[in-house]
């Protein structure tokens, strides 16, 4: 679980990453990211109905890819002034192995968090 300095939570905060960030995407994430006037990083995962209609499901998603985001944020150098991130997850994912949805995110996550 992602720390709560680092975690994307107003609904009016997330609009704001929608409107105004810009979108990278790779087979199934997308990733929308804004900057932010804080030194933390923050982030947010949408996992939507359309993925799965199961709660165990799309839940599992999220912590892998908290997990994930986790990992990234605990290697990554200070230079870079911080961003808001919003993953979009895509019902493809659902057919996807772990290995998979890793390089995926990482290939993602490489170009923005260093």
Known sequence: MLPQINRLRK????DDVFKKGKSQKK???VFKIANNNLK???FSIIVSKKVSK???VRNKIRRRLSGMIAEKLKNKKTEKPAKDVLIIVLPQIKDKG???IRETFSF???NIIK
């Not at 609904?11 to 997330?14: L, S």
């Open 11 to 14: 609904k009016k905060e997330i």
């Open 40 to 42: 933390d990083w923050r």
């Open 98 to 100: 772990t290995n998979e």
């Open 54 to 56: 199961k709660a165990v």
């Open 27 to 29: 087979d199934f994430l």
């Open 108 to 110: 993602l996550a490489g």
